[in-house]
């Protein structure tokens, strides 16, 4: 499978078998793959954000790039000469698609953040909308082939519903707890417990890392599924995160949802019944749609 097949000329000439490279990267891993949505090669590397690392990111691309190359037993040349399409984190503006397409060999690329390939990976071509819900968060609806989204500004000034942001609500209400702001629960006790005391808390909070903040989240969902009073309002709080969201985007009742995200699917149960009813699978993974925004790339000529 080598792109010497396809000269660039005829990639632009709608070719629908015309192989293309995608790039989708996020906060846990970045995946890169060759082909065509139906017949790709693939690798799997780290995590690639441009704002929180951009040095990091970029070797992490390159990095894949040599990696897909090694595996489809082709020079990098024949890979960085065909129609490229890369979604990845941290691409925050006009500004940084430019800085990053500037730092890259490819000839024919196109640049965005990560959440266009999971909506088109998620949906397809047919209208919907996506809640992801990971360490991040982001929205997204798809009407008509125009992508809208919201969301996706990071833990500091946003990511409602995400890991990080259940994580960090769990910590601040058990403190609140401490000042009888709350009802103890048992699950705020098991958090004092595990952090020994309110100081533990506060010494955790401020020097962990995002992902470390997030993995508590899982906590809140057991702890919400055995009824702890204190974990069902904060599921039901990012519940409303997510519903407010999607009907600001323009959601309405008739258009499938999808949850994704390691933290998506455990909302299921605290949306209203209008959403709930609409919750469909995701139809691929994002690194599908980022191939299929590749080919939609190629086939629009834009070089």
Not at 84 to 90: E, R, S
Not at 120 to 138: E, M, P, Q, V
Not at 160 to 180: F, K, N, P
Request: hydrophobic share 45%; aromatic share 6%; net charge negative.
């Amino acid at each position: 499978m080598s792109c010497k097949s396809y000269a660039i000329a005829d990639v632009m000439k709608n070719d629908p078998d015309a192989n293309v490279l995608a790039i989708d990267g996020g906060g846990t891993h970045c995946r890169i793959a060759y082909g065509s949505c139906e017949n790709h090669s693939l690798v799997d590397m780290g995590a690639a954000n441009v704002s929180s690392d951009f040095e990091g990111a970029l070797n992490t691309i390159l990095g894949g790039v040599e990696a897909l190359c090694a595996k489809l037993q082709m020079p990098v040349a024949d890979l960085i000469d065909c129609p490229c399409y890369i979604g990845v984190a941290g691409v925050s503006g006009p500004q940084m698609a430019a800085r990053l397409r500037k730092a890259l060999p490819f000839s024919h690329v196109q640049v965005t953040d990560d959440r266009p390939p999971a909506l088109r990976g998620a949906l397809g071509a047919k209208d919907g909308a996506i809640a992801h819900c990971g360490t991040g968060s982001f929205w997204g609806v798809q009407l008509g082939g125009t992508q809208k989204f919201a969301g996706g500004w990071g833990y500091v000034l946003g990511d409602e519903a995400s890991g990080h942001w259940l994580g960090r609500a769990a910590l601040s209400a058990t403190l609140e707890t401490v000042d009888r702001r709350r009802r103890t629960t048992d699950f705020s006790q098991s958090l004092l417990a595990q952090y020994d005391g309110a100081a533990g808390i506060v010494r955790f909070a401020t020097h962990a890392r995002p992902d470390e903040v997030a993995a508590l989240a899982p906590l809140v969902c057991s702890a919400a599924a055995q009824d702890d009073p204190l974990a069902l309002a904060l599921m039901q709080a990012g519940a409303q995160e997510i519903t407010q969201s999607l009907t600001d985007l323009g959601w309405h009742e008739g258009l499938d949802l999808c949850l994704t995200g390691g933290l998506g699917g455990q909302y299921r149960p605290y949306l209203p019944p209008a959403l709930q009813a609409r919750i469909t699978a995701p139809a691929a993974a994002p690194i599908i749609g980022a191939l299929a925004l590749a080919s939609d790339f190629a086939r629009e000529g834009v070089a």
